[in-house]
């Protein structure tokens, strides 16, 4: 069972240039989150989509952020232009939601995307 | 707002020795979610435990353990007997239970606490 697949592993750019994070989530999973790991801030969520539209985009941290699901199968991060303090972790993660009262599945990440603009 | 703490920056054991790891959280919600996480040095995040705010049986998972404690806030880890292999960066979450979404209800997003560094020394 593949899990949630995200590329590339390690970027290094540098301050200015577009940066684009990729994830494709597991198959079948509805609802997909992408995070930012870093040492001052831990874990924040930076927006999550459901069935492919997004939910809760406050964590954005600027408009250089930008997010897409263009399907289920499928999302972007997009950083433009990047900066050195955008260096970071970018955890992409997904689940599926099944409701209140159903048994959703718990997060699933994948294994990040190490990001340094230099 | 949802808050997760976890006080304890660094722990230090030697190998088979118990720890255990503390998490405090606060929320408005009556239904909610609580999770732990390990993140290897590998770097990957790993699932441990889920646990609603319905059921306050504590669980065990071989030399792993979790107290739910409902009147405390409290969602501690206790691992028994712990390995070299058991080093990481374990990470308390919690998720409110529902939210506004496309197609129904589903999980909110996950509060991290800032995470307690395991070291296990041979």
């Known amino acids: 069972d593949a899990g949630v697949i995200q590329s590339p592993r390690h970027e290094v750019t540098e301050m200015g240039q577009e940066v684009t994070l990729r994830c494709k989530p597991i198959s079948g999973h509805n609802s997909l989150f992408w995070y930012r790991q870093t040492m001052m801030r831990g874990l924040e969520l930076l927006i999550y989509f459901n069935n492919n539209v997004p939910i809760d985009d406050s964590g954005m941290p600027e408009d250089r952020f930008s997010a897409k699901m263009p399907n289920a199968s499928f999302s972007t991060l997009k950083i433009q232009p990047s900066e050195p303090r955008d260096s970071a972790v970018y955890f992409c993660a997904s689940s599926l939601a099944r409701g209140v009262r159903g048994r959703s599945s718990p997060l699933h990440f994948g294994n990040g995307t190490r990001l340094t603009v230099t | 707002a949802q808050k997760v703490t976890q006080a304890q920056t660094e722990i230090s054991v030697v190998e088979k020795e118990d720890v255990t790891l503390d998490c405090v959280y606060e929320?408005?919600?009556?239904?909610?979610?609580l999770f732990w996480y390990k993140q290897p040095p590998s770097g990957e995040l790993v699932f441990l435990i889920r646990?609603?705010?319905?059921?306050?049986q504590n669980e065990i998972s071989g030399r792993y353990s979790w107290n739910f404690q409902k009147s405390t806030s409290s969602f501690n880890f206790t691992i028994t007997a712990s390995q070299v292999v058991d080093s990481a960066v374990y990470f308390c979450a919690l998720s409110e239970a529902r939210v506004r979404n496309a197609g129904g209800t589903s999980y909110g997003k996950l509060t991290f606490g800032q995470g307690t560094i395991l070291t296990v020394h041979p």
């Open positions: 929320t408005r919600d009556t239904t909610y979610y």
């Open positions: 646990r609603n705010s319905f059921d306050e």
